[in-house]
Structures are given as structure tokens and as C-alpha cells.
């Protein structure tokens, strides 16, 4: 059993309490996951050529300061580093695929949470609430966030194994579910040049999409796409810069509910990570129907 | 009318009180308000008693019912009235997947839509809703009625063994063994009685019903090669 919560801000002036208000929704899915927690914040963007990256190393007084200056040296780039509990973000004025590349090359150890030029992700293990208050996740503003609770059943309890996944740039996933035909679609994926880093099955879920992304599909037609390859049980939601998305398994066996104002679309698995939104009780309230794609723009938002 | 905050009692302090109120029970008219979609709300009950609940209530509410009459103005989560045994369950909203499943008697009313599943292996119950329900309704369904005004979806009354459908609107398909059924003077009657005790204002000669074929009871003879 996992939870999943996400929020997507359609007003403006709700950014500065994105992190709030997913801090509350993600508490209420602790029944549902109390072994981790993770979450994916689209916040602060990072201009022009530059990148973040999210890092994670399980050793709390790691040397980042020390990668960092290898790091600025090597790409001759300037390199700020940001500390939150074993986690750091990393900007640095150069692609986010060339900072992986050098990271890969000669820190193998640092595990990459997340990339892109908006997207954070931090995941962790502990009760919800523990997770959110080391990353000082009520004080994140922005326009859109997911985060998920795990209550693993079959894999380790770990860091890695944590959700939310991501797979490209500023995009992410997290999947409440089992994939059935994950064996084969990891292997079709490897030959088309994805390198896995765990042995889950959501984490094929979301190097899927990205390979359907990567060829020039949009966020709901990645998702459709999905519908005929994936085989087995999903509630997923997803994040990329600019969407927001929520797909459903034609059985539909994982809960999910959806709500929508003026202001905001929440997802989650249970009502109540909603009922404390501002306005929930006037939202409209559905649950999501099997097989169909929901998808949400920021730029057609605005 | 007794009201309770669930902002400021927990659902199992509720849930005590009301289960330790002894049949003859003077206190017989209760209000939840800020369910908030907690679990498990007025499960068990067992007095006639009258509960209204405002706002969204989450898993289970109102399960294994017996004899009170509970309205909740709002929408329920998953496995709404489950295993209901008698008394009466009203949402004014939509329900989530699940609604009345293993219902043995009373009866459920959902004035929106219900979810996936409704009815699911209903032993009993007698389910109208105002809306549509989701796929595979009826699954299983042993016992009982299952009216809905709107449409149904896929698979409707997979391997039904009895119960009655009435079905309004469209039916995207029907389940293994589902047949429709033809509506007899005595099947309109039955239902024109089921939409006025659920207060649904429907023309009962609309509707359409249906039912188990019976051919899945017993292992069919001509089958025996398969195995």
C-alpha cells in the first residue's frame, strides 16, 4: 500500500503555500506509508544554460563543499551548493546531462535525486511528517508538487527505492501499484540506451514515459502510449516543468480522487489529503475514471 | 439533535458512543460535521437511531448498518454501507468504488454517481442511484436489487448469480452470464416500489432489466474436454 498526493496551483498567489499545503496533504497519507516519503517540488527555476541537481549521499557530513569545487573546475562553471539534511542542491551553470556525466564518471556514489532547471526532489526514509520537516517542505513555494508515501511490501526499505522517480529533465513519477510486464519493458528500454539504477518497477514506469517524451510526445500522449504497454496496476501521477498528469489502470484497483477549484487540482489517494485545501469543501470532487488520461498545463493555467 | 465535531472527537470515541447506545435509546437524533474523510464513520451501528453527517466521510462509512438510517450530505470514499444488513443509507453526493458490496438487506440510495464495482457480490441489499455506476457492477451479485437511473459501465453483473438489475440509461456491456431479462407487470411494481422508498422520481417503464442467464451454477457436461 502507498500514498500519493499532488497539487497543482492555478492561481499565482497560492505559490508562495504550495509546500504548506502539500506538507498537510502528504501527513494524511501516513496510514498509507509510513516507512519513507518522498517529494518533487517545481520551484525556483534556474536561468538560461544552467541546472540543478538534487544529490543525496548517505553519509551526513559528506565533502559536498569539496565536489562542488570539482565540479565548478572541471566545467568551468560556478557551482552553488545548498544543504538540506543528506540531501544538496546543486546549481551549476552548464547542462544538467553534462554535470550527471562528470558526476557518474567520478563520483558513482552520489545517488542523482533529481535534474532539470525547476524540479527538487528529496526522498527519505521516516514518518511523512520527519521527512517533510528535515527538508523544510512547508516553506517551498512554487506551482506544482507530488509527493508519495511508501509502505513497501515486497522491496527494501530504502532511499533508493523511495518514490518519486525521475527520468528526464524536471520530470517525475511516482506510482502506487505493480507493474506486471516490468521485466521486458526494462529490457526494451535498455536496448533503446536507458540505464536503471534500481531494480523497481515503478522505476521502468517512468523511464518509459521519458522515452516516449524524448521522441515527441506530449505529457497525455506519453500517457496513452502507456495505457497499451503497461501491464499490470497503476494509479501514477506526474510531473514535468509545465504538467501536471494522472493515469489510472483500466481496472482501476488503486484508489485515487481528484478535486479541482478556481485555484488548484489536487490529487490523492484518499479524500482526506484533500479536505484541508483552501475551499475543498466547495471543490469539485471525482474520482478519477479507469483508463483515461488527466492532464493539467501551468502555461494554460496561468 | 446531538452534534459531534470530528474536529475535536476522534472517530473512535464516536463510533464507542454510538455503539454502546442500548436499543431503546432516547438520544436518537445525532449530526457529524468535519468528517474530512475519515474512515470507518458510523460503521456498526446497530439502534434506529438518525445520524446526518455534513461534509465527505472517507473508507467503509455506515458498513454492516443495522436498523439507523444515516444521510450524509456529501460524497463517500471506497466500500461505502458495506456489508449494510438493514436500516437505510442515504448520500446526496457521488460514491467511491465499492458501494454496498456484500449488502445482505436495507437499503442504499446514492442520489449522484457511484464508482466502480457497486454492488459488488450484494447478497441482499437494495441499491438505487440517482447517476451512472462505474465497470463491473453487480460482480458476483448473489441477492437483492441494484437500480440505477443513469448508465452502467463495462461488464455489467459479471458471474450473477441472482439479483435484480434495473438499468435506465445505456449499458456499455454485460458481464459473463448477465442477460437482459424481460420486465413483467410484477417486476414493474417491484420497482416503482423501490424508486418511491429511495424519493428518486424516475419512470419505472424506461428502465430495463436484467439478470443471471444460470449457466454458470453447475460444471456443464460438454465442457469436460477442457480439462
Given at each position: 500500500?502507498?500514498?500519493?498526493?499532488?497539487?497543482?496551483?492555478?492561481?499565482?498567489?497560492?505559490?508562495?503555500?504550495?509546500?504548506?499545503?502539500?506538507?498537510?496533504?502528504?501527513?494524511?497519507?501516513?496510514?498509507?506509508?509510513?516507512?519513507?516519503?518522498?517529494?518533487?517540488?517545481?520551484?525556483?527555476?534556474?536561468?538560461?544554460?544552467?541546472?540543478?541537481?538534487?544529490?543525496?549521499?548517505?553519509?551526513?557530513?559528506?565533502?559536498?563543499?569539496?565536489?562542488?569545487?570539482?565540479?565548478?573546475?572541471?566545467?568551468?562553471?560556478?557551482?552553488?551548493?545548498?544543504?538540506?539534511?543528506?540531501?544538496?542542491?546543486?546549481?551549476?551553470?552548464?547542462?544538467?546531462?553534462?554535470?550527471?556525466?562528470?558526476?557518474?564518471?567520478?563520483?558513482?556514489?552520489?545517488?542523482?535525486?533529481?535534474?532539470?532547471?525547476?524540479?527538487?526532489?528529496?526522498?527519505?526514509?521516516?514518518?511523512?511528517?520527519?521527512?517533510?520537516?528535515?527538508?523544510?517542505?512547508?516553506?517551498?513555494?512554487?506551482?506544482?508538487?507530488?509527493?508519495?508515501?511508501?509502505?513497501?511490501?515486497?522491496?527494501?526499505v530504502t532511499t533508493e527505492h523511495s518514490h518519486p522517480f525521475t527520468a528526464a529533465s524536471d520530470m517525475c513519477l511516482v506510482h502506487n501499484g505493480s507493474?506486471?510486464?516490468?521485466?521486458?519493458?526494462?529490457?526494451?528500454?535498455?536496448?533503446?540506451?536507458?540505464?536503471?539504477?534500481?531494480?523497481?518497477?515503478?522505476?521502468?514506469?517512468?523511464?518509459?514515459?521519458?522515452?516516449?517524451?524524448?521522441?515527441?510526445?506530449?505529457?497525455?500522449?506519453?500517457?496513452?502510449?502507456?495505457l497499451k504497454d503497461l501491464d499490470g496496476?497503476?494509479?501514477?501521477?506526474?510531473?514535468?516543468?509545465?504538467?501536471?498528469?494522472?493515469?489510472?489502470?483500466?481496472?482501476?484497483?488503486?484508489?485515487?480522487?481528484?478535486?479541482?477549484?478556481?485555484?488548484?487540482?489536487?490529487?490523492?489517494?484518499?479524500?482526506?489529503?484533500?479536505?484541508?485545501?483552501?475551499?475543498?469543501?466547495?471543490?469539485?470532487?471525482?474520482?478519477?475514471?479507469?483508463?483515461?488520461?488527466?492532464t493539467w498545463d501551468v502555461k494554460a493555467a496561468a | 439533535m446531538i452534534t459531534v465535531d470530528l474536529d475535536h472527537s476522534s472517530v473512535r470515541d464516536l463510533n464507542e458512543r454510538l455503539h454502546r447506545l442500548p436499543p431503546e435509546t432516547n438520544e436518537k437524533a445525532w449530526r457529524i460535521v468535519n468528517p474530512k474523510g475519515a474512515h470507518a464513520l458510523c460503521a456498526g451501528l446497530s439502534v434506529p437511531i438518525e445520524v446526518v453527517i455534513d461534509g465527505h466521510p472517507g473508507y467503509y462509512c455506515a458498513g454492516m448498518n443495522k436498523e439507523a438510517s444515516i444521510v450524509v450530505n456529501g460524497h463517500c470514499g471506497v466500500g461505502l454501507a458495506e456489508n449494510m444488513m438493514s436500516g437505510e443509507v442515504r448520500v446526496k453526493g457521488n460514491a467511491s468504488d465499492a458501494a454496498g458490496a456484500t449488502g445482505r438487506g436495507g437499503l442504499l440510495v446514492i442520489e449522484g454517481d457511484a464508482g466502480l464495482r457497486c454492488g459488488i457480490s450484494m447478497k441482499g441489499i437494495d441499491i438505487v442511484v440517482g447517476g451512472s455506476v462505474g465497470h463491473m457492477s453487480a460482480f458476483m451479485a448473489q441477492g437483492g436489487s441494484l437500480v440505477v437511473c443513469g448508465d452502467a459501465g463495462s461488464s455489467l453483473g459479471d458471474s450473477i448469480y441472482e439479483a435484480r438489475l434495473y438499468i435506465q440509461g445505456k449499458v456499455e456491456s454485460l458481464g459473463a452470464d448477465c442477460v437482459e431479462k424481460k420486465m413483467t407487470p410484477h417486476h414493474l411494481a417491484k420497482l416503482e416500489r423501490l424508486l418511491a422508498r429511495a424519493g428518486i422520481e424516475a419512470d419505472p417503464r424506461r428502465f430495463k432489466r436484467y439478470g443471471s442467464a444460470r449457466r454458470l451454477y453447475n460444471f456443464h457436461v460438454d465442457h469436460a474436454d477442457a480439462y
Amino acid at each position: 500500500m502507498c500514498g500519493i498526493v499532488g497539487l497543482f496551483l492555478k492561481n499565482p498567489a497560492l505559490r508562495p503555500s504550495l509546500g504548506r499545503h502539500l506538507s498537510h496533504m502528504l501527513v494524511e497519507m501516513t496510514e498509507r506509508g509510513p516507512d519513507s516519503a518522498g517529494i518533487a517540488v517545481y520551484h525556483k527555476p534556474v536561468k538560461g544554460k544552467a541546472s540543478k541537481l538534487t544529490l543525496f549521499h548517505a553519509d551526513p557530513h559528506f565533502h559536498w563543499r569539496e565536489v562542488g569545487g570539482a565540479v565548478g573546475e572541471a566545467l568551468k562553471a560556478e557551482v552553488d551548493i545548498e544543504t538540506k539534511a543528506n540531501h544538496v542542491v546543486m546549481t551549476v551553470s552548464a547542462p544538467d546531462a553534462t554535470v550527471r556525466g562528470w558526476l557518474k564518471a567520478h563520483h558513482p556514489e552520489i545517488r542523482i535525486m533529481g535534474y532539470g532547471q525547476v524540479m527538487e526532489v528529496y526522498k527519505d526514509m521516516g514518518l511523512p511528517k520527519q521527512v517533510a520537516e528535515r527538508y523544510g517542505l512547508s516553506k517551498m513555494e512554487g506551482t506544482h508538487a507530488i509527493g508519495h508515501t511508501r509502505m513497501a511490501t515486497e522491496s527494501a526499505v530504502t532511499t533508493e527505492h523511495s518514490h518519486p522517480f525521475t527520468a528526464a529533465s524536471d520530470m517525475c513519477l511516482v506510482h502506487n501499484g505493480s507493474l506486471s510486464n516490468h521485466n521486458n519493458l526494462r529490457k526494451w528500454l535498455r536496448k533503446r540506451g536507458h540505464e536503471f539504477e534500481t531494480d523497481n518497477d515503478s522505476e521502468v514506469a517512468a523511464r518509459y514515459f521519458a522515452h516516449r517524451l524524448s521522441e515527441g510526445a506530449s505529457l497525455a500522449e506519453a500517457l496513452e502510449a502507456g495505457l497499451k504497454d503497461l501491464d499490470g496496476f497503476y494509479t501514477f501521477t506526474m510531473g514535468t516543468r509545465n504538467g501536471f498528469a494522472v493515469l489510472r489502470d483500466a481496472f482501476a484497483c488503486k484508489p485515487a480522487v481528484l478535486a479541482e477549484t478556481d485555484d488548484w487540482v489536487a490529487m490523492a489517494s484518499e479524500y482526506r489529503s484533500i479536505a484541508n485545501l483552501p475551499g475543498a469543501d466547495k471543490a469539485a470532487v471525482w474520482a478519477p475514471a479507469p483508463a483515461v488520461v488527466y492532464t493539467w498545463d501551468v502555461k494554460a493555467a496561468a | 439533535m446531538i452534534t459531534v465535531d470530528l474536529d475535536h472527537s476522534s472517530v473512535r470515541d464516536l463510533n464507542e458512543r454510538l455503539h454502546r447506545l442500548p436499543p431503546e435509546t432516547n438520544e436518537k437524533a445525532w449530526r457529524i460535521v468535519n468528517p474530512k474523510g475519515a474512515h470507518a464513520l458510523c460503521a456498526g451501528l446497530s439502534v434506529p437511531i438518525e445520524v446526518v453527517i455534513d461534509g465527505h466521510p472517507g473508507y467503509y462509512c455506515a458498513g454492516m448498518n443495522k436498523e439507523a438510517s444515516i444521510v450524509v450530505n456529501g460524497h463517500c470514499g471506497v466500500g461505502l454501507a458495506e456489508n449494510m444488513m438493514s436500516g437505510e443509507v442515504r448520500v446526496k453526493g457521488n460514491a467511491s468504488d465499492a458501494a454496498g458490496a456484500t449488502g445482505r438487506g436495507g437499503l442504499l440510495v446514492i442520489e449522484g454517481d457511484a464508482g466502480l464495482r457497486c454492488g459488488i457480490s450484494m447478497k441482499g441489499i437494495d441499491i438505487v442511484v440517482g447517476g451512472s455506476v462505474g465497470h463491473m457492477s453487480a460482480f458476483m451479485a448473489q441477492g437483492g436489487s441494484l437500480v440505477v437511473c443513469g448508465d452502467a459501465g463495462s461488464s455489467l453483473g459479471d458471474s450473477i448469480y441472482e439479483a435484480r438489475l434495473y438499468i435506465q440509461g445505456k449499458v456499455e456491456s454485460l458481464g459473463a452470464d448477465c442477460v437482459e431479462k424481460k420486465m413483467t407487470p410484477h417486476h414493474l411494481a417491484k420497482l416503482e416500489r423501490l424508486l418511491a422508498r429511495a424519493g428518486i422520481e424516475a419512470d419505472p417503464r424506461r428502465f430495463k432489466r436484467y439478470g443471471s442467464a444460470r449457466r454458470l451454477y453447475n460444471f456443464h457436461v460438454d465442457h469436460a474436454d477442457a480439462y
